[in-house]
Nanobody, 119 residues
Framework: QVQLVESGGGLVQPGGSLRLSCAAS????????MSWYRQAPGKQRELVAR???????NYADSVRGRFTISSDNAKNMVYLQMNSLKPEDTAVYYC?????????????WGQGTQVTVSS
């Protein structure tokens, strides 16, 4: 089995910064890509940023230029550096990884970490 654990969420003032981390453990042969999603109350879950095994990145328009996704493939970890945070960034943030193991290729999710941007 595979487990993803996020950390780094919290309460921050508008204009502030946070860094989220997500660590994967368990049966992992390879990771195709790592992503961060978020879900605000009453809204659908949306893709925030993604990084492939080849370090190609893409971002939602709403966060491009403010957020940076990075990874440490040796440690099976993904990070999301969030700068210039806005109240509309408030949401539960989830990491997701597409992983190949003995069970084939499957997407795994973390439990989520709350980010609240408020003065």
């Amino acid at each position: 089995q595979v487990q993803l654990v996020e950390s780094g969420g919290g309460l921050v003032q508008p204009g502030g910064s946070l860094r989220l981390s997500c660590a994967a453990s368990g049966s992992i042969f390879s990771i195709y890509f790592m992503s961060w999603y978020r879900q605000a109350p009453g809204k659908q879950r949306e893709l925030v940023a993604r990084i492939t095994s080849g370090d190609t990145t893409n971002y939602a328009d709403s966060v491009r230029g403010r957020f940076t996704i990075s990874s440490d493939n040796a440690k099976n970890m993904v990070y999301l550096q969030m700068n210039s945070l806005k109240p509309e960034d408030t949401a539960v943030y989830y990491c997701q990884m597409l992983i190949r193991n003995s069970g084939g290729r499957n997407a795994y999710w973390g439990q989520g970490t709350q980010v609240t941007v408020s003065s």
